[in-house]
C-alpha cells in the first residue's frame, strides 16, 4: 500500500515562496498520476494541479504561473513550489495519486498547512 507524506508548509509573507513535498512510501508505478489539492476553512477541496507519469502537467487557473510541480522518480517525490503567494492560498494542501488519467484518487496524504499572511 502507497502512501504519501507531505511536508513543507508554514507561514510565508504574501509574496513568498514555499516548496511543498509530497513523499511516497512504497515505489510508485511511474505512470501513476500524482496531483495536489487543496482546502480552505469553510470551503471546498480545490485542485491545484497534476503531473503524469510521462510529465505532463496541468495547472488550475487560480495557481497557473505561480506554482510549479515536478517530481523525482529517484526519491519517489513530487513537489509544489510556491512563489507569489496570495493570502487566498491559505489553505492545507494535499497531495494525491491515481494510476491513470481521470481515475479518481484514491491514495492520500495526511495534509499539511500553508498560512499565507499580509
Not at 480545490?46 to 505561480?66: C, N
Not at 513530487?78 to 494525491?96: F, G, I, P, R
Request: proline share 2%.
Amino acid at each position: 500500500q502507497v502512501q504519501l507524506v507531505e511536508s513543507g508548509g508554514g507561514l510565508v509573507q504574501a509574496g513568498g515562496s514555499l516548496r511543498l513535498s509530497c513523499a511516497a512510501s512504497a515505489r510508485t508505478r511511474i505512470n501513476y498520476v500524482m496531483a495536489w489539492f487543496r482546502q480552505a476553512p469553510g470551503k471546498e477541496r480545490e485542485f491545484v494541479g497534476r503531473i503524469t507519469g510521462s510529465g505532463g502537467i496541468y495547472y488550475a487557473d487560480s495557481v497557473k504561473g505561480r506554482f510549479t510541480i515536478s517530481r523525482d522518480f529517484a526519491k519517489n517525490t513530487v513537489y509544489l513550489q510556491m512563489n507569489s503567494l496570495k493570502l487566498e492560498d491559505t489553505a492545507v494542501y494535499y497531495c494525491a495519486a491515481t494510476p491513470y488519467i481521470g481515475g479518481a484518487y484514491n491514495i492520500w496524504g495526511q495534509g499539511t498547512q500553508v498560512t499565507v499572511s499580509s
